[in-house]
T-cell receptor, first 113, second 115 residues
Framework: AQSVTQLGSHVSVSEGALVLLRCNYSSSVPPYLFWYVQYPNQGLQLLLKYTSAATLVKGINGFEAEFKKSETSFHLTKPSAHMRDAAEYFCAVSDFTGNQFYFGTGTSLTVIP | EPEVTQTPSHQVTQMGQEVILRCVPI?????FYWYRQILGQKVEFLVSFYNNEISEKSEIFDDQFSVERPDGSNFTLKIRSTKLEDSAMYFC?????????????FGPGTRLLVL
């Protein structure tokens, strides 16, 4: 069975501050992990993915995430928040087939000017 | 860049009515999916479709749901008799090939409201 837990349904940061969105996973098989972003009234856009290669994954818009097996975590970070980063962020896990994704409940990021 | 499209963007229907949600996956993709997101909740897997048949489905995908690929481009989700609890955002996704390097690409969603 696979699942992800996102700690913190709402996160607020000041513009220019570090963004840290937490995701912990549970998987009985080697996981593939993803972060998606959802802007208001839009679909899910892939930010980055981990598929058993490098543990530090760089994505679009300056985001990155690090896979830590010992902590079963895949936290999303960005050194400096921008106003346009305000959105809903979803962590997801799948097995190697990528045929079924399990999403977290999402974290709403607010960026304060 | 190729993208998944969905129509309509919004749909309002009366309880008990049938609705069909439409999706146009990325043209060379072979795997197709439907997900739903009830307001304020997580995105939930409904069904996956490959080679003109359902490959996996969740407990949510009961007899009132069906999927079809009526032609070479569209992928539809039909809800036969809608219930109030079917109100949600429905996302379509598609994937190119088997193997973990492939990612599901999501459409913008259809927001369904059942009154």
């Amino acid at each position: 069975a696979q699942s992800v837990t996102q700690l913190g349904s709402h996160v607020s940061v000041s513009e220019g501050a570090l963004v840290l969105l937490r995701c912990n996973y549970s998987s009985s098989v080697p996981p593939y992990l993803f972060w998606y972003v959802q802007y208001p009234n839009q679909g899910l856009q892939l930010l980055l993915k981990y598929t058993s290669a490098a543990t530090l994954v760089k994505g679009i818009n300056g985001f990155e995430a690090e896979f830590k097996k010992s902590e079963t975590s895949f936290h999303l970070t960005k050194p400096s928040a921008h106003m346009r980063d305000a959105a809903e962020y979803f962590c997801a896990v799948s097995d190697f087939t990528g045929n079924q994704f399990y999403f977290g409940t999402g974290t709403s990021l607010t960026v304060i000017p | 860049e190729p993208e998944v499209t969905q129509t309509p963007s919004h749909q309002v229907t009366q309880m008990g009515q049938e609705v069909i949600l439409r999706c146009v996956p990325i043209s060379n993709h072979l795997y197709f999916y439907w997900y739903r997101q009830i307001l304020g909740q997580k995105v939930e897997f409904l069904v996956s479709f490959y080679n003109n048949e359902i490959s996996e489905k969740s407990e949510i995908f009961d007899d009132q749901f069906s999927v079809e690929r009526p032609d070479g481009s569209n992928f539809t989700l039909k809800i036969r008799s809608t219930k109030l609890e079917d109100s949600a955002m429905y996302f379509c996704a598609s994937k190119g090939v088997a193997g973990g390097q492939e990612t599901q690409y999501f459409g913008p969603g259809t927001r369904l409201l059942v009154l």
